[in-house]
């Protein structure tokens, strides 16, 4: 089996093609050209794989569309998972144009090359509970509203309507997972959970003196990324393409997984946590709780990881990372940064 997947270097990226090279997939791979090297994630991955020729990696970008059609003609996959994305809603909202680019003109970019294809070649899309913008704890599962509330949600909007008229249309295998929250080790250092267990590791370490936050009060469904990848791939195993959610149907504010991420490191979160109006988005998504009863039932899929269990893997991974930093001030090998980053 051969698996395209846009977004390798990204936190689900790494994850997915993880899992699905030891299934024993040929994984290809796009990645960005950029001034430095923004393959860190997969790096094992490339270590391992990459003599064997079981991952292969190729420049482009979702908005070149000839190279992503060149692409899909060259590799003829049998599964292309579309995971590539301006993924930042705070971010959306400073480049709504490039954000709702690759959103929508990059996302059927990639659908024609899949249906022009000679061959038939199942399609996957990265939908997301952003697309609800929650406002309060209602269940969400496949038959909600979707209320979007900056140019990053609408954007998965439009793909995820353009990904069910392309499989009513041409029969295509096409899904949308839409995916609640999911985290990582591997996240992003700018989203919310890795940038508070990142400071707590440092902070920990003494390198690091408080944390600047946004709004304490919006509540996720905070999932492991390594349970919701399984999902993205059982989807592209069912009988018959569909929508499914995945959530963990558990919700927590940011101001209790701060909490409980500094409680960890024996350290009392409101000694070293302050808030700025700068990390607070002009339209705030303040609740998401999803339903995955459907994904349940018919892909047997559900969540592994629990909340107390995904913060202490990140926490701890964390501190371990902080520790590594922190030998290498000391030698002054690496310039101490004190701030947070700006988003
Ligand atoms: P991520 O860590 O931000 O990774 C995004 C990936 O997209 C990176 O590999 C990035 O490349 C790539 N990318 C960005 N713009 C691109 C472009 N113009 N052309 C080609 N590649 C581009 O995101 P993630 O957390 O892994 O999420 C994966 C997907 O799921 C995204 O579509 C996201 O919107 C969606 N999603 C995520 C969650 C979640 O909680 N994580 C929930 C629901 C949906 P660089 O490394 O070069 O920047
Ligand atoms: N990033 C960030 N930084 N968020 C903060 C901060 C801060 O300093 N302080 C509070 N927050 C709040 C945000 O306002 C938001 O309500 C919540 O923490 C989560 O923010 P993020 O971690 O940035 O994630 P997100 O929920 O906006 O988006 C993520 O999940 C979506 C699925 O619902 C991203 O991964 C999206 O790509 C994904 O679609």
Same mark, same amino acid.
């Given at each position: =089996? ?15 093609s993880?899992? +699905?090279?030891?299934?024993?997939? /040929?994984?290809h791979?796009?990645?960005?050209r950029?001034?430095?090297?923004? %393959?860190s994630?997969?790096? &094992? ?7 064997e020729?079981?991952?292969k990696l190729?420049?482009?970008?979702l908005?070149?569309?000839?190279s ?9 996959p *049998? ?11 705070? $971010? #959306?909202f400073?480049?709504p ?8 003109i ?6 024609e090359a ?13 939908s997301?509970? @952003? ?5 309060? *704890?209602? +269940?969400?599962?496949e038959?909600?509203?979707?209320? &979007? ?18 499989r009513? #249309?041409?029969? =295509?295998?096409a ?7 999911h ?5 992003g ?7 508070v267990t ?12 408080k ?5 304490l ?8 990324a390594g349970?919701?990848? /399984?999902?993205?791939?059982? =989807?592209?195993?069912?009988? @018959? &393409?569909s929508?499914? $959610?995945?959530?963990?149907? !558990? ?7 701060t ?6 490191? *024996? ?5 070293? $946590?302050e808030? *700025? !109006? ?11 709780l ?14 592994? %990881? #629990?909340?107390e269990? +995904?913060?202490?893997? =990140?926490?701890? #991974?964390?501190? /371990?990372q902080?520790?590594?930093?922190k030998?290498?001030?000391?030698k002054?090998? +690496?310039? &101490?940064?004190?701030?947070n980053s700006s988003?």
């Open positions: =089996m051969k698996a395209l997947v846009t977004g390798i270097t990204g936190q689900d990226g790494y994850y997915l993880k899992l +699905l090279l030891e299934k024993g997939y /040929e994984v791979g796009l990645i960005r950029s001034s430095s090297f923004n %393959t994630r997969i790096e &094992p991955l490339m270590s391992k794989y990459e003599s020729n079981k991952l190729y420049y482009s970008d908005l070149d569309s000839s992503i059609t060149s692409l899909i003609n060259l590799i003829e *049998d599964e292309v998972y579309n995971l590539a994305a301006q993924s930042h809603v705070a $971010v #959306s400073k480049n144009l490039y954000t709702s680019q690759v959103g929508t990059g996302v059927i970019s990639l659908l899949v249906k022009n294809s000679s061959k038939n070649i199942k399609f996957y899309q990265a997301s509970s @952003e697309m609800y913008g929650g406002k309060d *704890d209602s +269940l969400l599962n038959e909600s509203q979707f209320t &979007p509330k900056s140019p990053y949600a609408i954007s998965k909007v439009f793909a995820h309507e353009m990904t069910k008229i392309y009513e #249309s041409y029969d =295509m295998f899904v949308n997972g839409i995916l609640f929250n985290e990582s080790p591997h996240r250092e700018t989203f919310v959970t890795r940038k990142k400071a707590v590791g440092r902070i920990k370490q003494g390198i690091q003196t944390l600047t936050l946004g709004n009060d919006a509540f996720r469904d905070w999932g492991f349970d919701y990848v /399984e999902g993205m791939w059982l =989807m592209m195993q069912h009988k @018959e &393409p929508d499914w $959610v995945l959530a963990t149907g !558990e919700s927590h504010s940011v101001k209790e997984f909490k409980k991420a500094f409680e960890i490191l *024996d350290l009392d979160w409101k000694a070293y $946590v808030t *700025d !109006e700068k990390y607070k988005r002009p339209n705030e998504v303040k609740h998401l999803g339903d995955s009863s459907k994904a349940k039932k018919e892909l047997n899929w559900e969540p592994k %990881t #629990s909340f269990d +995904l913060i202490s893997m =990140m926490v701890e #991974s964390d501190n /371990e902080a520790k590594q930093e030998l290498l001030i000391d002054g090998l +690496l310039y &101490p940064t004190w701030e988003i």
